[in-house]
């Protein structure tokens, strides 16, 4: 119960449904306002825990970052300079705790699987 505040954030674990796309560590958070005495409603949104304990939205703008744009933001990345890579030297290269997508190689694979099913990355043999 919340009683004689102007303005209140909740901070909560986030329900599955609302990280679809979204790597499977527990660094996300869900915001919601509770109360706002001077301004519009919001609608929640969902952050990040950066190194430190930082928090930053999952959003750029109003649209969602999800794991899936990670990996085709680097697969476009990595073609603009002239490297390809197999989808399992991909996931060895950028996945892992430590790797720049910082998620879980199966992760980073299943990423690949659903652009590759969605026709957004196009799998060349050889």
Known sequence: MTDGV?????L???QQKSLVGLDATKRYLRAELAKSNYGPPVDPEILTRKQGGYLTSARTGS????LDDRVLQLIRTEQAASRSYSASMFEK???GEDG???VGFNSV???IKRLIDAGRVRKEKG
Do not use: D, I
């Open 6 to 10: 102007r303005w209140q954030l909740n």
């Open 12 to 14: 909560t674990t986030p």
């Open 63 to 66: 649209v969602s970052v999800t």
């Open 93 to 95: 290269t950028f996945g």
């Open 100 to 102: 720049q997508l910082a």
């Open 109 to 111: 694979a299943k990423a």
